[in-house]
């Protein structure tokens, strides 16, 4: 049985234009290479020490 | 071979000189980005958006460069009715290339109507306005406002998600179904779409009839719930199914036709009307205006506090520069006030030494000074004269002054220095020699 409260809750908000600048500023998503990237500066920053 | 992150040479270890990845790790990551990307445009292919996103949001997992990906990801965003999301895809994917990249038209598309973007604007602040008298409890208001969006925006799917809850909860199963089976018209596979028609009791091969039947509604046509029987009847005309069970409203009974009159309770109809009109607006419509006008009024004042407590943080920065330069102007002072006293200081020890410094020192210098004009050497006798002169002032002295000038070509310094010679000693031994040096 659906629980109304529950579902509701589920539904986001939509981006209206004016938040539409600061969702792109914020749009930090993350791919491989920049987890590769990471790894590799922290590579080499336990190496420098 | 080039680095795919930076486009430096690969070294023979397989890893780029300048970022040092892998390229192997790369290639592997921009493949699955791309196959994601094949799978999403597949399913969006056949209309299924909800898998197409999960499929593209994937494919930029793996590479968030994948032009492709995320322009195709912006496209069904605005086809799902989600204007602002497919335009900021469109955006992002024109940041990473600003040149041969259809998402520039998408945006020029977009923009181009200023109209056409106010009215996705309005449609985003109407849906979470519903969304908010739905959470709140105030379902009348998530009625309204959701059925004047899917009247002008019939591609909004968040829109007939909500409705449907509504239905459901209201217990009109019949209007959920339609607003779901227009969203499985969209979106052939909307997972939360085809959940609640589960929750309805829908079995899965009436979702898939469902599904089959939608195809008729035309997706750009205005949303109504009245069209239902209409609808309905078309499904029995084409199937030629003989009962009218799935109806809308199964229960009416046909009877006798009988004219009715009405003249009679016109005017009664009208004042109740009225009634309901004014009620009406006084229940449903002045609530959400004073609603829209009180969060108006939210936001300007928090406009302002934000607005002031900057001002504030300015002013207490300036009194801090105001403050530290006052402590630089005070520290000036005190450090000229100390220069000075020690200026005052070294002058007085310069008098007593001078003061102090016998006679000799003075004959010697002027003795010096004349055996350096004999010797030519009138810079030197120059410097000794004047030190001579720091001591006390001397007629020989002035004298010995002006010949090293005079020597050096500087007459014009050699005639002060006899002027003055003349003038403080008149009666000098030395006033006949330097006559004619004064007439000229």
Redesign the interface.
């Given at each position: 049985?659906?629980n109304?409260d529950e579902?509701?809750?589920k539904?986001s908000?939509?981006?209206?234009?004016?938040?539409?600048e600061d969702?792109?500023y914020h749009?930090d998503?993350?791919?491989?290479?920049?987890v590769?990237?990471e790894m590799?500066t922290q590579i080499n920053s336990k190496k420098g020490e | 071979m080039e680095c795919l992150?930076c486009g430096a040479p690969v070294l023979e270890n397989g890893h780029c000189s300048r970022?040092?990845?892998?390229y192997d790790?790369?290639a592997k990551?921009f493949n699955t980005?791309n196959y994601y990307y094949n799978l999403g445009l597949d399913r969006a292919c056949v209309r299924d958006l909800t898998g197409a996103v999960d499929a593209l949001n994937l494919s930029?997992?793996?590479?968030?460069?994948n032009i492709n990906a995320r322009n195709l990801l912006g496209l069904i965003y605005y086809e799902m009715g989600?204007v602002?999301?497919g335009?900021?895809q469109w955006?992002?994917s024109s940041n990473y290339l600003p040149d041969n990249n259809v998402a520039l038209k998408y945006i020029d598309e977009v923009q181009s109507d200023p109209v056409k973007?106010e009215e996705?604007?309005q449609?985003?602040?109407q849906?979470?306005q519903a969304?908010m008298h739905?959470?709140q409890g105030t379902k009348d208001l998530a009625f309204i406002q959701l059925k004047r969006i899917l009247s002008s925006y019939p591609h909004f799917v968040?829109g007939y998600?909500?409705l449907a809850?509504l239905y459901?909860?209201n217990g009109n199963n019949d209007k959920a179904k339609k607003a779901l089976k227009r969203v499985l018209r969209i979106d052939k596979n909307n997972t939360l779409a085809v959940k609640?028609l589960s929750?309805m009791g829908v079995g899965s091969r009436d979702i898939i009839e469902l599904k089959e039947s939608s195809k008729r509604i035309n997706p750009d046509t205005a949303y109504n719930d009245d069209d239902q029987y209409k609808s309905d009847l078309q499904t029995f005309v084409e199937q030629g199914i003989a009962n009218l069970d799935d109806l809308d409203d199964p229960d009416v009974e046909v009877g006798a036709f009988h004219e009715l009159n009405n003249n009679k309770f016109n005017l009664v109809y009208v004042a109740v009307g009225l009634i309901v009109g004014i009620l009406a607006f006084w229940l449903l419509i002045l609530p959400t205006k004073l609603n829209s006008v009180n969060q108006k009024n939210r936001d300007i004042k928090l406009d302002y506090s934000e607005q002031i407590s900057s001002k504030n943080v300015e002013i207490s920065e300036l009194n801090k520069q105001i403050e530290s330069l006052n402590a630089q102007i005070d520290e000036f002072n005190a450090a000229s006030e100390e220069k000075k006293t020690e200026e005052d200081e070294k002058q007085e020890s310069f008098e007593v030494v001078k003061e102090n410094v016998p006679n000799s020192t003075y004959d010697a210098l002027v003795g010096e000074a004349a055996k350096q004009i004999e010797a030519g050497q009138h810079k030197k006798a120059i410097q000794l004269c004047n030190v001579a002169l720091e001591i006390h002032e001397g007629e020989e002295a002035y004298y010995y002054l002006g010949m090293a000038y005079l020597g050096d070509h500087d007459e014009k310094n050699a005639k002060s220095a006899f002027v003055t010679l003349k003038e403080n000693y008149p009666e000098s031994s030395h006033i006949e020699d330097i006559t004619d040096y004064i007439s000229e």
């Amino acid at each position: 049985m659906i629980n109304f409260d529950e579902e509701v809750r589920k539904f986001s908000p939509c981006l209206e234009v004016t938040q539409a600048e600061d969702a792109i500023y914020h749009n930090d998503v993350k791919d491989i290479t920049d987890v590769l990237e990471e790894m590799y500066t922290q590579i080499n920053s336990k190496k420098g020490e | 071979m080039e680095c795919l992150n930076c486009g430096a040479p690969v070294l023979e270890n397989g890893h780029c000189s300048r970022c040092h990845m892998s390229y192997d790790l790369l290639a592997k990551a921009f493949n699955t980005s791309n196959y994601y990307y094949n799978l999403g445009l597949d399913r969006a292919c056949v209309r299924d958006l909800t898998g197409a996103v999960d499929a593209l949001n994937l494919s930029l997992k793996y590479n968030k460069q994948n032009i492709n990906a995320r322009n195709l990801l912006g496209l069904i965003y605005y086809e799902m009715g989600e204007v602002v999301s497919g335009l900021m895809q469109w955006v992002i994917s024109s940041n990473y290339l600003p040149d041969n990249n259809v998402a520039l038209k998408y945006i020029d598309e977009v923009q181009s109507d200023p109209v056409k973007l106010e009215e996705a604007n309005q449609l985003a602040k109407q849906f979470n306005q519903a969304l908010m008298h739905a959470k709140q409890g105030t379902k009348d208001l998530a009625f309204i406002q959701l059925k004047r969006i899917l009247s002008s925006y019939p591609h909004f799917v968040k829109g007939y998600l909500l409705l449907a809850l509504l239905y459901m909860d209201n217990g009109n199963n019949d209007k959920a179904k339609k607003a779901l089976k227009r969203v499985l018209r969209i979106d052939k596979n909307n997972t939360l779409a085809v959940k609640y028609l589960s929750e309805m009791g829908v079995g899965s091969r009436d979702i898939i009839e469902l599904k089959e039947s939608s195809k008729r509604i035309n997706p750009d046509t205005a949303y109504n719930d009245d069209d239902q029987y209409k609808s309905d009847l078309q499904t029995f005309v084409e199937q030629g199914i003989a009962n009218l069970d799935d109806l809308d409203d199964p229960d009416v009974e046909v009877g006798a036709f009988h004219e009715l009159n009405n003249n009679k309770f016109n005017l009664v109809y009208v004042a109740v009307g009225l009634i309901v009109g004014i009620l009406a607006f006084w229940l449903l419509i002045l609530p959400t205006k004073l609603n829209s006008v009180n969060q108006k009024n939210r936001d300007i004042k928090l406009d302002y506090s934000e607005q002031i407590s900057s001002k504030n943080v300015e002013i207490s920065e300036l009194n801090k520069q105001i403050e530290s330069l006052n402590a630089q102007i005070d520290e000036f002072n005190a450090a000229s006030e100390e220069k000075k006293t020690e200026e005052d200081e070294k002058q007085e020890s310069f008098e007593v030494v001078k003061e102090n410094v016998p006679n000799s020192t003075y004959d010697a210098l002027v003795g010096e000074a004349a055996k350096q004009i004999e010797a030519g050497q009138h810079k030197k006798a120059i410097q000794l004269c004047n030190v001579a002169l720091e001591i006390h002032e001397g007629e020989e002295a002035y004298y010995y002054l002006g010949m090293a000038y005079l020597g050096d070509h500087d007459e014009k310094n050699a005639k002060s220095a006899f002027v003055t010679l003349k003038e403080n000693y008149p009666e000098s031994s030395h006033i006949e020699d330097i006559t004619d040096y004064i007439s000229e």
